[in-house]
C-alpha cells in the first residue's frame, strides 16, 4: 500500500488508469478518486475501449471507495484470479458507457 500513497490524492484521471505485472501487493486503495473520463483508451481487436485495466495482478483488494462514474470505456479485469473484491462494486451504477470485462478473474 505504501508503495501507492502517491494515489491517494488523485480525484479524476482524464485517460487510463492502468494496473499491470503487479506482484504480491495486499491491498491498492484511491481514496478520492471520483471520475474516470476516458477521453483516452485502450483498444482492442474485439471492438473494446477499456479506461480501467488491472491486468496480471497479485493484488488482494483494489479499493475506490469514492469512485461514481466512468464517463467513457469499458473495465477489464485480467489474469487477476486473487483479487475478488471488485464483484462488491455495483459496475453499471458506475459505468455510463462501457462493460465490466472479466477474463481469468476472481478465482
Do not use: M
Not at 18 to 27: D, E, G, H, L, S
Not at 50 to 61: P, Y
Amino acid at each position: 500500500e505504501d508503495d501507492f500513497s502517491f494515489l491517494h490524492s488523485v480525484e479524476y484521471i482524464s485517460g487510463v488508469l492502468r494496473f499491470q505485472n503487479i506482484p504480491a501487493v495486499p491491498r491498492v486503495i484511491l481514496p478520492n478518486l471520483r471520475l474516470i473520463r476516458g477521453e483516452e483508451s485502450v483498444s482492442t481487436s474485439n471492438g473494446h475501449e477499456f479506461v480501467l485495466i488491472i491486468s496480471n495482478v497479485e493484488i488482494g483488494a483494489l479499493l475506490l471507495p469514492e469512485l461514481r462514474e466512468i464517463s467513457r470505456g469499458d473495465v477489464l479485469f485480467h489474469n487477476s484470479g486473487g483479487l475478488c473484491n471488485y464483484k462488491t462494486v455495483n459496475w453499471l451504477d458506475i459505468l455510463s458507457d462501457g462493460e465490466l470485462v472479466e477474463q481469468n478473474a476472481c478465482n
